[in-house]
């Protein structure tokens, strides 16, 4: 058997607040295989972003584990952290985040200058995962030059730099009309039939039926529920 490419086990984050402690998450468990696309949804404030930077290793669980490829994260110190992040996680976001100065190609390059590739190699690799998101004639954009859609393209390119073992998307069809959210959810599901394990976090039931497996994070408990499961 495989190991779980994500594991969580009783996730809960509660955000210390002077109006009162907020939780956003209580007692999460999620299994993630290698390969897999699950969606997740529930109502705004339920705590699928919180859940999705738990386990993107951008914020730390007031208590719980998170394992990615059978590592505890809490064991690992900042350096190593950041690798992780750059090299085993790709982050999609709502508002695509690209960075406005940089072109789109250069915005793909960027991720993989950091992890320490070599400048050729990896304009080589940005050039194949622009023409993979069909984009090959957009890299010297910039942003303020691309359309919603075209954006989230970039980034999802941005997100597969560095080969990752899981693509970790907020939201990412949030900002996008029907037509061009229905391109992002398409190319997202290629990700997945691409041998990629994806996770989405989302209100559009499109997108979240494109996926393998369906999750309801929320409700009064702040638990993660299989659809239509009583409770
Ligand atoms: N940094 C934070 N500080 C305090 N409260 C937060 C913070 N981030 C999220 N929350 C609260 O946690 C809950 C879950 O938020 P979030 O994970 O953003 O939900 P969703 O993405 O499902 O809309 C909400 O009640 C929100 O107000
Ligand atoms: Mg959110």
Known sequence: M????????????IFPMPSGAVTALQEVDLLLD??????????????????LH????????????VLIDGVDVA???????????LTTIGFVFQRFFLLPMLTAGE??????????????????RTLELLDY???????????SQLSGGEMQRVAIARALANRPRIVLAD???GELDEVTGEQIAALLHRVHLDGTTVLIATHDR?????????????????RLHEPGVDR
């Open 75 to 85: 064991g690992l110190n900042d350096a190593a952290r950041s690798r992780l992040r």
């Open 34 to 51: 290698p390969g897999e696309s699950v969606a997740i949804t529930g109502p705004s404030g339920c705590g699928k972003s919180t859940l």
């Open 133 to 143: 998101v069909g984009l090959a004639d957009r890299v010297g954009h910039r942003p």
């Open 171 to 173: 939201e990412p069809t």
């Open 54 to 65: 738990l386990l993107g290793c951008v914020d730390t669980p007031t208590s719980g584990q």
């Open 107 to 124: 915005n793909v390059d960027l991720p993989q200058l950091e992890a320490g590739a070599i400048r050729r190699d990896c304009r080589r």
């Open 2 to 13: 495989s190991r779980p490419v994500v594991e969580a086990r009783g996730l809960t984050k």
């Open 206 to 222: 499109n997108l979240a039926s494109s996926a393998h497996r369906r999750l309801v994070l929320g409700g009064r408990d702040h």
